[in-house]
């Protein structure tokens, strides 16, 4: 959320026809089986609350996001979502291409260099493999920011 206050503090013009473009990946459902590999742990009604609430997850991220855009927007700026299952990395990626971006923005977690060796930085991977530029947009490490939170 911080790296989109700053971009439409920062990048988007009064007087340009931008088109904010969210992306959203859910992470691919995890199979989980039973110990001797006949079944699901879970039934068939869990699995479809999961899924409801991960849905759920996701419409409330972005309807957060585009209230964003609504308040913190100089213009009317006009704003389209991406939702994908996968991994972030490639679902991200694959979409920045897909849609010919101009610029792909992301937020930083800020994480440290043993979990990021560990985890993998989703940032630094489309840095390195989407075709337009990326820009990476760090949180400060001050307790305030553009979106007045911590």
Known sequence: MYA???SLH???SQT???TI???YAKPPRTVYTSPDGTGYLFSPDMLASIDKCRNDLASSIIEKAKKMCREQGDNEVKV???IETGDPRDVICQAADKIHADVLVMGSHGYGLIKRA???SVSNHC???VKCPVLIVKKPKSSSS???TK
């Open 4 to 6: 989109l206050s700053w």
């Open 10 to 12: 920062n990048l988007i």
């Open 16 to 18: 340009s026809n931008d």
């Open 21 to 23: 473009i969210l992306i």
């Open 80 to 82: 389209e979502v991406i």
């Open 118 to 120: 560990f985890l993998g």
């Open 127 to 129: 840095a390195q493999n």
């Open 146 to 148: 553009a979106t007045g």
